[in-house]
């Protein structure tokens, strides 16, 4: 198994570099409450692994507001020539031990496979297996990004100046009458009602029923987000990665980061150390497509880069025609694509 595990991750490592250093074949994160593992050959034929995890968000959970009440996760590893097939083995097999799983007949549940974005050898098959792809979670390598940033703000400004009048360098306000500052405690209930903003728009892409505890959730995020740490008195740095753009005083736009020590939960999806997690990025609608994304993003991106972060994550919705071109242009791009069958029984 573990000459089989080394040559899934030598797979995946030259398809994506950024993808982790190592996949465990059993999935120590994805074994809680069912952990049965499938296999699709044996010995040196073995061609695919997967292990299943089945889990149930509390209520007061901040994931449940972006996904099904009941999950069925599976983490498959698989090894070529023929990569496609033998996915398609290994989901056929899930399938069949879904079918007679507990709660899997529940309307407000999924079937979850997240899958390398570049790994293009799956595409077909999970699509063939009923499997949408309704996530993404994007990646922005510090280094390469900070590294186009000189030659990038310098055309951008350039850009928006002949766009129209009044353009703004990276970093700064987009308007006179438009500032961008620090979130501090207070601000918990604004990035809080932002927050449900952004999971009643991103519905309409992914079909999540509104939840009930979604406020409290982020409220409670937005709470620990700002909470101060030692030494923020004096030190920039240790201030939160939270940031609010303001018209006339009033709030329009949010980008809310998670530091590394919070975002320890996502690190081992990619090679890159230390990371950060971007929550929420949020601009009034009346607001949009006028900078106000950009500056707040340039804002968290000048802090990530002189803290040492090596990347910033985040998800969005591969379908929100806003995110990916926007997240895009900030200098992220696909790491893993998030396939799901909703409700989990619609498995094919
Ligand atoms: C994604 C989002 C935060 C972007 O915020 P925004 O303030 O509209 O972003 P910007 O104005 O900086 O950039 C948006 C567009 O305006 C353009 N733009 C910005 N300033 C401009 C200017 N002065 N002149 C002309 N165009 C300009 C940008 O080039 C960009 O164009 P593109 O979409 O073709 O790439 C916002 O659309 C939003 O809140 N969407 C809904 C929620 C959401 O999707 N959140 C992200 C979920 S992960």
């Given at each position: 198994?573990?000459?089989?595990?080394?040559?899934?991750?030598?797979?995946?490592?030259?398809?994506?570099?950024?993808?982790?250093?190592?996949?465990?074949?059993?999935?120590?994160?994805?074994?809680?409450?069912?952990?049965?593992?499938?296999?699709?050959?044996?010995?040196?034929?073995l061609a695919a692994f997967g292990t299943c995890r089945h889990s149930q968000p509390d209520p007061g959970e901040i994931d449940l507001s972006w996904g099904m009440a009941r999950r069925f996760e599976l983490a498959p590893r698989v090894v070529g020539p023929d990569a496609g097939a033998?996915?398609?083995?290994?989901?056929?097999?899930?399938?069949?031990?879904?079918?007679?799983?507990p709660g899997s007949r529940d309307d407000d549940s999924a079937a979850i496979i997240t899958w390398p974005s570049r790994d293009i050898d799956g595409v077909v098959t999970l699509q063939n297996h009923g499997l949408r792809p309704l996530a993404v979670v994007a990646i922005?390598?510090?280094?390469?990004?900070?590294?186009?940033?000189?030659?990038?703000?310098?055309?951008?400004?350039?850009?928006?100046a002949g766009a129209r009048a009044g353009a703004w360098p990276a970093g700064?306000?987009?308007?006179?009458?438009?500032?961008i500052r620090r979130a501090g405690n207070a601000d918990a209930e604004t990035i809080a009602a932002f927050g449900a903003e952004v999971a009643r728009f991103d519905a309409h892409f992914s079909g999540t029923p509104s939840r009930p505890g979604t406020v409290a959730a982020l409220r409670h995020e937005a709470t620990r987000l700002l909470a101060a740490r030692p030494g923020a008195e004096a030190d920039p740095a240790?201030?939160?990665?939270?940031?609010?753009?303001?018209?006339?005083?009033?709030?329009?736009?949010?980008?809310?980061t998670q530091r590394p020590d919070r975002a320890a939960w996502i690190a081992p999806m990619t090679r890159l150390a230390p990371v950060a997690y971007t929550v929420l990025g949020y601009v009034s609608p009346q607001e949009r497509s006028a900078g106000v994304g950009a500056a707040l993003a340039d804002c968290l991106h000048a802090e990530v880069d002189q803290a040492g972060v090596a990347a910033t994550l985040l998800h969005y919705e591969q379908l929100n025609p806003y995110a990916a071109p926007f997240w895009s242009r900030q200098g992220y791009r696909p790491l893993w694509t998030m396939w799901e069958a909703r409700p989990a029984w619609s498995l094919r």
């Open positions: 198994m573990d000459e089989f595990a080394a040559r899934a991750t030598v797979r995946w490592r030259a398809i994506d570099p950024l993808l982790p250093g190592a996949f465990p074949a059993e999935g120590p994160d994805l074994a809680d409450d069912c952990g049965a593992g499938l296999t699709v050959g044996q010995g040196e034929n033998a996915l398609d083995r290994l989901i056929s097999l899930w399938r069949d031990h879904l079918a007679s799983t922005r390598p510090s280094a390469r990004a900070s590294a186009r940033v000189g030659a990038r703000a310098s055309a951008r400004v350039g850009a928006r700064e306000a987009p308007g006179p009458d438009t500032r240790a201030r939160p990665w939270t940031w609010l753009a303001e018209r006339d005083g009033q709030p329009i736009g949010v980008i809310a």
